[in-house]
């Protein structure tokens, strides 16, 4: 299965600490780490994985420590995979359905992943999540993110 392509669009707001206070707006969620990595272009499905893992580093965070998992799924079998490599609980994984069932507009499917991510954490009552987009060519990104109450 794959997803099909869709029509979206999507703007966030990315502001440090000193601007959110100065201007008076209300954050949502603050970054925890990122991480980008690339893979041989043939091997493209496990670029996620790799990403999370890297993201997990970098954040200092452990996997148990991660309540909601929100990973591209362009296709089936790739996010299978990164959830099998890497030891995601299938409850944390897509709780909402993912790109298959939401869509997967291109350039915007990590906006649509990190907003979904946003809200299934705070309609949970959670607050860690990781956001992954596999890209075309073998690479893939993930954001870790807490959730500002």
Sequence with gaps: NSSAPCDGAAAVVLAKKYFVKDHGLVPRAKILGWASVAVEPRKVFTADAGAIQECLKRSRLTLE??????INEAFAAQAILTRKTI???????????????????????????????????????????????????????????????
């Design 87 to 149: 030891g995601i609980p299938e409850e944390k994984m897509n709780i909402w359905g993912g790109d298959i069932a939401l869509g997967h507009p291109l350039g915007v499917a990590g906006i649509r992943g990190l907003v979904t991510l946003m809200h299934a954490l705070k309609d949970r009552k959670n607050n860690k999540g990781i956001v992954s987009v596999c890209l075309g060519g073998g690479g893939a990104i993930a954001l870790a993110i807490e959730i500002i109450s």
């Design 65 to 70: 420590e991660i309540d909601l998992f929100e």
